[in-house]
């Protein structure tokens, strides 16, 4: 009897040893000094928040661990990916789900908030938002690689987004190949060779002649500082008597791919001529609206070396309007120039199966990925 009472103690202690061992997962908040932001013109914070997953042994273990960056959409912070607001993805639910079925092996996540006050910085260098390319790839990666247990190497790293963090991850991966060895792009802001004119939102009349008439009427009052007067025309632009979501993304678009650093006024940047059509639109002149989400033949050319480093995957829904086919667009000129590329589609739209992309799809293939180089 004592025997079997010992024996039965015996497992339900090696049980309890065996579910501390496991360990739990953790995620944090922190601060990142955001060194390259500074001098921006819009006043955007150089202290930045990063939300941090430690996989569940991390604690436990002396292993090294390979880390994913994940760049949230435009008007996305980071917290609605941690609670499910967002599709309901939850990072530390769903990741811990996938680890303890062995559907992805443990990794270090971070999430990046990409926000500014016009929505978004889409993750490139801008003298009006600041050099956020820079502050993905060497100050977060940096932060990351001096405080946690991580691997120091591309083949261990992993850049992922969608829609706006979509396109930055893969003009980050493509301009840094010696710091990410594999890109996942899903549902990616992307222009085919007519993106510009059929995503409507630069050649929208009503558009471009109220942002230019509100900020006529907004920079006529001298006694308000102007970056407050700008934060508060462009929260009126999105959500106040002159709403609308294009009118407030124009202005972002505007701010990251086509600043001019002869104005030192707000917005810093010239619009559109309102007289723009698709038969009148002057390419010289629009250059860098054009090649913001487009532009792709030329940005192949020049980065070819380094996308043929890349693991690369671009993920898109069939009914995402002009996204889907800057996709295909992208994916097929990629294929041209014999860069390799997986591209996945699914039924669905812009965001209507994030969930499921991200836990299903984007998790295991950067999982598979990383196990492929480590057994190399």
């Known amino acids: 009897m004592k025997t079997k009472l010992f024996f039965i103690t015996s497992l339900f202690l090696m049980a309890l040893t065996s579910e501390k061992n496991f360990g739990q997962s953790h995620l944090s908040i922190e601060t990142v000094n955001a060194f390259s932001l500074n001098n921006n013109k819009l006043g955007v914070d150089t202290l930045q928040k990063v939300a941090v997953y ?35 993805f939850e990072l530390q639910e769903d990741v811990d789900f996938l680890i303890e079925r062995q559907l992805i092996n443990e990794m270090i996540i971070v999430l990046v908030d990409g926000n500014t006050f016009l929505g978004g910085s889409f993750y490139v260098n801008s003298s009006i938002n600041g050099n956020w390319e820079d502050y993905i790839a060497y100050d977060i990666v940096q932060y990351i690689d001096r405080k946690y247990k991580t691997i120091p190497s591309p083949n261990s790293r992993a850049i992922a987004g969608n829609s706006m963090g ?30 510009i004119l059929n995503s409507r939102f630069l050649t929208s009349y009503q558009n471009i002649s109220e942002i230019q008439q509100v900020i006529s009427e907004f920079f006529n009052e001298p006694e308000k500082n102007e970056i407050e007067r700008y934060k508060y025309l462009t929260a009126n632009l999105r959500y106040g008597p002159y709403d609308g979501y294009l009118k407030g993304f124009l202005l972002a678009y505007g701010s990251a791919f086509c600043p001019d650093t002869s104005l030192e006024t707000p917005p810093f940047f010239y619009l559109p001529d309102t007289s723009v059509t698709e038969t009148n639109i002057n390419e010289k002149q629009f250059k860098c609206w054009i090649n913001g989400f487009g532009g792709w033949e030329e940005k192949i050319k020049e980065h070819h070396s380094n996308l043929k480093k890349l ?7 069939l009914n995402d309007g002009w996204i889907t086919d800057g996709t295909k667009y992208v994916s097929n000129l990629l294929e041209q120039n014999q860069i390799k590329v997986k591209t996945l589609w699914f039924d669905g739209g812009h965001t209507d199966r994030l969930h499921i992309r991200l836990k299903e799809h984007m998790l295991p293939s950067i999982s598979k990925f990383f196990e492929t180089q480590t057994n190399n």
Request: proline share 10%; glycine share 12%; net charge negative.
């Open 54 to 88: 430690l996989p569940p042994d991390y604690t436990n273990s002396n292993k090294n661990y390979p880390v994913v960056y994940y760049l949230p959409g435009f008007t996305s912070p980071i917290n609605e990916f941690l609670f499910g607001e967002y599709n309901g």
């Open 166 to 195: 979509g396109f930055g991850a893969l003009h980050i991966a493509m301009k840094h190949p010696d710091v990410f060895g594999m890109v996942y792009s899903l549902s990616p802001g992307l222009f085919d060779a007519n993106g």
């Open 311 to 317: 693991n690369i995957i671009l993920d898109c829904g």
